[in-house]
């Protein structure tokens, strides 16, 4: 299994896995021009993607996904709450394109895998995955207000993990969002914190070589390295040693990560 995040972050976010059978990408949250820029960018070729799938209905996660959909007539998966609550925007899917991926359940896809799970979001009924292919797994852990249990039980065993970083609260707390924007933000169904994500990487990283490419930073409340140096002093003040234990990694809202190849854990 390969995957590459193609954009993360409040101006859009996708997400591009492939086997050796199967190509799918995880929301579309970018202009279908942009997306497909960014595919071709690590070699992808959008008119052999076999699917999409949608995490939930904000629109930095399915704003190219009708025009995207309908270009390439392409099946898209998701709950019946998110495909209830899909904004006007997204336009018209053909019956023959809409798949009800209840939350919970399991989507076999060719040789891939897709285990969903519920996360705790301001959306309708808001859902995350892993991927699992041969013996390799990719977590994906964005757009969560907080790490539960369930959360960590799913992700535990993968091998990749793709996990918000969202902000860091000083600079959120002292920036130009509105209170009400802010206290979102900070509550059970908002972000994770810098700090959050290292405390959750802490109760689910077991420290055997995992990648972890820390995703959906604020562009207005975070920096990347910032947001590196938080979590990795953390990890390391619990023993973690990141680039043995563990390899942190970073994603940009416009710059596709190289297409990366999942190793099984040591």
């Keep these: 299994?390969?995957?590459?995040?193609?954009?993360?972050?409040?101006?859009?976010?996708?997400?591009?896995?492939?086997?050796?059978?199967?190509?799918?990408?995880?929301?579309?949250?970018?202009s279908g021009k942009q997306l497909e820029k960014l595919l071709r960018s690590v070699g992808a070729d959008p008119a052999q993607l076999d699917a999409i799938l949608v995490t939930h209905e904000h629109s930095d996660h399915v704003k190219g996904l009708g025009v995207f959909a309908r270009r390439y007539e392409l099946p898209i998966y998701t709950n019946e709450a998110t495909w209830s609550h899909l904004p006007s925007s997204v336009g018209h899917i053909d019956d023959s394109q809409r798949h009800v991926f209840a939350t919970g359940s399991v989507l076999e896809l060719g040789d891939l895998t897709v285990e969903s799970f519920p996360i705790s979001h301001d959306a309708a009924e808001p859902m995350s995955f892993c991927f699992h292919n041969k013996q390799c797994t990719l977590g994906l852990v964005t757009d969560v207000g907080y790490i539960n249990r369930r959360i960590i039980e799913k992700v535990k065993a993968a091998d990749a993990l793709i996990f918000e970083s969202n902000h860091d609260v000083?600079?959120?707390?002292?920036?130009t969002y509105p209170w009400n924007v802010k206290r979102r933000i900070l509550s059970d169904v908002g972000h994770l914190s810098n700090e959050d994500a290292a405390e959750g990487l802490l109760e689910i990283i077991e420290g055997n070589g995992e990648d972890v490419f820390l995703a959906h930073l604020s562009q207005d409340n975070n920096l990347t390295e910032l947001a590196h140096l938080t979590v990795k002093g953390i990890l390391e003040e619990h023993g973690l040693k990141v680039g043995t234990d563990i390899h942190l990694r970073d994603t940009y809202p416009s710059r596709a990560t190289p297409l990366r190849r999942i190793r099984p854990k040591r």
């Design 1 to 30: 299994m390969r995957y590459s995040i193609l954009a993360s972050g409040s101006t859009g976010n996708a997400i591009y896995v492939e086997t050796e059978h199967i190509r799918i990408l995880i929301d579309a949250g970018l």
């Design 170 to 175: 000083d600079m959120l707390r002292m920036g």
